[in-house]
Structures are given as structure tokens and as C-alpha cells.
């Protein structure tokens, strides 16, 4: 059976695993901030972190938890893993292989 590169229906893993994935990678990146904030706290609290860490563990609860609702970031993040996902059925290449530099020549 030939996959049509350009089909747009998602299987389960990729509508519940593989896009929510994107998604946090995206919104973590977005906001770095309250990630390095929280990392900083947790780093420096040791056994203590639920207790010291609650203000940026809410803060950074709270801005990931704004784009996981966002419909327009959801469909970003599907469009991004649709056009990845066709990529890979026409190359056969993952996309972090392609991402790779390729070696120079001597």
C-alpha cells in the first residue's frame, strides 16, 4: 500500500503523543524564561521544591497550560508535524538526520 505524502489524517499516537510533544517543545521554548526561573528554584531547593518553588512552578504552569488551549497553536504544531511527516514519507530521512550538517568533502 503507497502512503499519500499528502494525507492529512493523524493515527493516535500522532494526534495525542507526537503533536502535544511538539507543542511542549514550542512553548517551553517560548517561554524560556519562567523554564529557566523554575530549573534555577528546583536546582537550588533540593528536597524542599514543592514548598520553595511554588510561585514559578505556577508561573510556568500557567503560561504552558495558555498555549496547550490555544487552538491556533495547536494547528501550528500540526501543520509543522504534517509538513515533517511528509518530508520524511518522500526522503525517508527523519527530520533530525536532515537537520544535520553533512559532511564536507576533502
Known amino acids: 500500500m503507497a502512503l499519500d505524502r499528502a494525507d492529512q489524517h493523524l493515527r493516535h499516537v500522532e494526534k495525542d503523543i507526537l503533536i502535544p510533544k511538539i507543542m511542549r517543545e514550542k512553548a517551553k521554548e517560548r517561554y ?3 523554564v529557566q526561573d523554575f530549573t534555577k528554584c528546583c536546582k537550588n531547593s533540593g528536597v524542599l521544591i514543592v514548598v520553595k518553588c ?5 508561573a510556568l504552569k500557567e503560561c504552558l497550560t495558555a ?21 520524511f514519507r518522500k526522503t525517508g530521512i527523519p527530520a ?4 544535520q550538517k553533512l559532511p564536507t568533502s576533502m
Open 32 to 34: 524560556s524564561e519562567q
Open 54 to 58: 511554588r510561585k514559578e512552578n505556577s
Open 67 to 87: 498555549y496547550y488551549n490555544d487552538p491556533a497553536f495547536h494547528e501550528e504544531c500540526k501543520m509543522e508535524y504534517l509538513k515533517e511527516r511528509e518530508e
Open 96 to 99: 533530525k538526520k536532515r537537520l
